[in-house]
């Protein structure tokens, strides 16, 4: 009977995940979508506890869930569609005490970040991770040139998109941290505050992946500086994450 309110959630919010389905087989980087689901799944099942239903707030934020949602969908704005649903996460965790909401809150990366972000920084944020990218391959000897966010060594070529800012790497980093604070028991003011700080860190180590893409491009192919830009930075960030996560945890049980 406790899954029975979450299924009615999954059902009026169909379209959504429907749209969220198809992001995570076509769009890049995808697959991270299924990075919050993942961590809602861990932290419910590992460390957090239900909590007792708190109501006040909880069909205000159901309502506007499915109330953005229609709006987005009528309109044919499937972004904003997407914001419904962890308001509506939100909510009825709240209502029926299942998640802990600090766990419902994981639900907020479960949609993709809205494209106009990148535009933020493009192209500029691209062409200096380029430029950096390019002097740090030189001084292993490389032959490298740059121009704007487009890198070249000899007939390979490696072009930074809006995806290769950082933004996205912050996007998972985050999401990371939060859970890290879950599992820590930390308050939400200080996950908010370390998770604040992992998005700022995002950005040096984005210019760190670029820097490792600009040596496979020179001594490897565009096909393996590629890789590692779309998916290889990412995957190990998520491994190396979870893996300080899980020691981390083990290490204050033993403490205690």
């Known amino acids: 009977m406790r899954i029975l309110p979450w299924l009615a959630l999954g059902c009026a919010f169909s379209p959504v995940l ?30 957090s506890r239900d ?8 069909p205000a934020l159901l309502f506007a869930g499915l109330l953005i949602e229609l709006i987005g969908l009528g309109g044919g704005s499937p972004g904003v569609a997407n914001l419904g649903l962890p308001i509506s996460v939100v909510g009825l965790a709240l209502w029926t005490g299942i998640p802990a909401p600090m766990t419902a809150l994981l639900a907020l990366w479960a949609i993709p970040v809205p494209g ?11 062409s200096a991770y380029a430029d950096l990218g390019v002097a740090f391959a030189r001084m292993f000897g490389a032959e490298l040139h740059s121009s704007g966010p487009l890198l070249r060594s000899g007939g390979e070529h490696l072009e930074l998109d809006p995806h290769d800012s950082g933004i996205h790497l912050a996007f998972v980093m985050t999401q990371l941290c939060w859970y890290a604070a879950i599992r ?20 040096p180590l984005q210019l760190f992946a ?13 096909g393996a500086a590629n890789f590692w830009l779309d998916h290889g930075a990412l995957l190990l960030t998520v491994g190396l994450g979870m893996a ?13």
């Open 51 to 58: 909590a007792p239903p708190r109501r006040g707030w909880a």
């Open 184 to 203: 820590q028991g930390r308050p939400p003011i200080a996950a908010l505050a370390r998770t604040a700080g992992a998005a700022l860190f995002a950005l």
């Open 116 to 126: 106009s972000f990148y535009g933020l920084t493009t192209p500029n944020l691209e």
């Open 18 to 47: 429907i749209q969220l389905a198809n992001e995570v087989r076509e769009a890049p980087f995808g697959w991270s979508l299924l990075l919050a689901p993942a961590l809602m799944l861990a932290a419910a099942s590992r460390c």
């Open 244 to 256: 300080w996560i899980e020691t981390r945890r083990t290490h204050a049980v033993r403490s205690q």
């Open 210 to 222: 670029v820097c490792i893409a600009a040596l496979l491009l020179a001594f490897g192919t565009s």
